[in-house]
């Protein structure tokens, strides 16, 4: 999904990563980062950039290391939506972090509560994020 396969990134003094993805453009056609909330801990708003942006050690290390795709312990291919909308394995934590609302709505905008909630359900699933 990368062209050549390169990542192209940099870091920002909060150490929060941007770059041009068309998962991130589907959400956000401006390619605008953000304006996070200032009373928000770095670490929830980081995790909540890398699931927005679908930079995720989980989903995407195994470009930076060149293997095959990385699949889910479910067996299904592990991507964000699958995390996040349709692995079974997080129903409980999802029902929990989302209740009945669509996990996506969360990344639409970097509220405080959305930003807790999509932490919350990534501490819940343990995955290394
Ligand atoms: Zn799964």
Redesign the pocket.
Known sequence: RYIGGKVKEKITEGNLQYHHHQHYSSIDPQLIPPLYPTNVEKIKIQTFSRIRLEHTIATHQWILKKSSSPI?????I?TIK??LC?????SLARSIAFKTINPLDFLKSASEQNINSIYYFITMTRLNI
């Open positions: 889910c312990s479910c067996g299904q592990l699958h995390i349709n692995c079974l394995n997080f």
